[in-house]
């Protein structure tokens, strides 16, 4: 039986389903990676370290696209209660973008990169050689053909059904999304000035447009698991996004500090990243206070409990851990360093990749035919996913908190004579580094119970009381 309110919400599916598949291989890359921070010969030769980083953080933005782009599909037509403009279209761009994606990540594991610049034909428009904007520039042509197909099919949705303000939000972030990828093909020689519009990809992406995608979406879940009022959702959707595009693009500026740009980017960047957590902050009241006055009990408790949680760990990894290095004066010494990679590592998945589970939690069971919910045996083992990953992500956090602290202690902030040099500072963390391995394990067990979860059976679960 099909539970989808319009059967073209069908054409998520195949997003979903890949996205999880490139996440499994995301996680494989970081443990990889782990490993080489402290066994540094392994797999040196088959799998050098900067190719598997470069693996590992391409995987997280493409299975995150992937993700964004099924949400879309799966709640637009919904919002707009109309089917979706060309089912077709999107089923075409799925493979392309699949292939793309697939195509690339090979490129980087099979040839050296070089090569691949070579092969690609990098030299008629470099734009290689970045930081998560490796890919190959016909790639990059490719993910603009793709989003460009991808945002006409939506606008189209929305234009001939009903403008909701979930819908506009949506739009608005994805819009964003597109625009500022064109900066990826801008590669100035200069490398402060590549590294100034660097950001406007890499930051007005993570703490701007992606704000207003993530904020629509656990929008749309709270309407459906809480019953709450529209209206009242919409206003705290308001708030919240008036809140992080305003400080999130102003904030801009606490990358600005080390650039040759001018003084008032200190104040600037410091003062507008401290405000920051504040919408992070308020995500959080408006999640729990939206479940507390639910006007049901929705079966699917595992989709609740992915919302409750991308709420907290998104205050916590963007907002919390975001301050805690944020000023210009603590950022003059922590600039780079481990503490980065555990800010790093907890926003991304408290504030994006919690809150593409949460949305494939809750459409995945009405996606299968199933229902509103998976059978409680599933849900259970799911919430044994959600934890083992959320336990697991808070201790890879506080392991690199320390071992940035001590790295910042040691290698720039000596007691006495000189500091110690990169190397020999890596040495003194190697024991951080191992328990961050350990909890990474921990994390691809969670991920697998999770995907486990699709795979188990039953019909035991509770109706929707109205």
């Known amino acids: 039986m099909s539970t989808l309110k319009f059967q073209s919400q069908a054409v998520a599916k195949p997003y979903f389903a890949f996205a999880l598949i490139l996440f499994v291989g995301q996680i494989l890359f970081g443990l990889i990676m782990g490993l080489q921070y402290v066994v540094g010969d392994f797999l040196a030769g088959a799998i050098p370290f900067n190719v598997a980083r470069m693996v590992h953080t391409n ?146 992406w993570v703490e701007g447009v992606w704000e207003l995608i993530m904020g629509a979406i656990l929008a749309y879940v709270l309407i459906k698991v809480t019953g709450v009022d529209r209206e009242v959702i919409e206003k705290w959707l308001y708030v919240i996004i008036a809140m992080a595009l ?96 555990a800010h790093g590592h907890m926003a991304f998945y408290g504030a994006y990749a919690m809150i593409v589970m949460t949305i494939i939690s809750y459409a995945m069971p009405k996606l299968r035919g199933i229902g509103e919910a998976n059978s409680n045996k599933a849900q259970v083992c799911e919430m044994w996913g959600f934890w083992l990953m959320t336990v697991a992500m808070v201790f890879i956090t506080l392991f690199l908190t320390g071992a940035g602290i001590l790295q910042v202690w040691l290698q720039r902030l000596p007691e006495s004579g000189e500091a110690l040099s990169f190397m020999a500072t890596q040495d003194k963390l190697a024991l951080f580094y191992w328990m961050r391995e350990v909890s990474g394990v921990i994390f691809l067990i969670g991920l697998l119970a999770y995907l486990a979860s699709f795979f188990i059976g039953g019909k035991e679960t509770a109706k929707v009381s109205q």
């Open 246 to 341: 305003i400080s999130g693009i102003l904030g801009t500026g606490h990358h600005f500090y080390w650039l040759t740009t001018p003084e008032y980017w200190q104040w600037i960047g410091s003062i507008f990243s401290a405000i920051e957590p504040l919408p992070f902050f308020a995500m959080v009241l408006y999640a729990f206070n939206m479940v507390n006055r639910r006007r049901r009990e929705h079966p699917n408790k595992a989709a609740t409990l992915w919302a409750l949680g991308t709420s907290v760990m998104a205050f916590l990894g963007a907002g919390v851990w975001g301050f805690l290095h944020t000023l210009a004066p603590v950022n003059y010494y922590t600039h780079g360093s481990q503490i980065t990679a």
């Open 59 to 204: 995987l997280l933005i493409v299975w995150l696209l992937f993700g964004f782009m099924g949400s879309a599909y799966y709640l637009v037509p919904e919002e707009a209660d109309t089917e979706l403009w060309s089912p077709k279209l999107a089923i075409i761009l799925f493979w392309v973008f699949a292939a793309a994606g697939t195509a690339t990540i090979l490129g980087y594991l099979l040839v050296p990169y070089s090569t691949l610049a070579e092969f690609t034909f990098n030299e008629l428009w470099p734009t290689m050689g970045r930081e998560f904007l490796e890919q190959p520039t016909i790639t990059k042509i490719g993910i603009v053909v793709v989003a460009l197909g991808f945002l006409l099919n939506l606008g189209m949705t929305i234009l001939k059904g009903r403008k909701t303000a979930i819908n506009m939000v949506l739009m608005t972030g994805l819009i964003g999304l597109a625009v500022f990828f064109l900066f990826a093909f801008y590669n100035p020689e200069n490398l402060a000035l590549d590294k100034y519009f660097w950001w406007f990809v890499v930051h007005l």
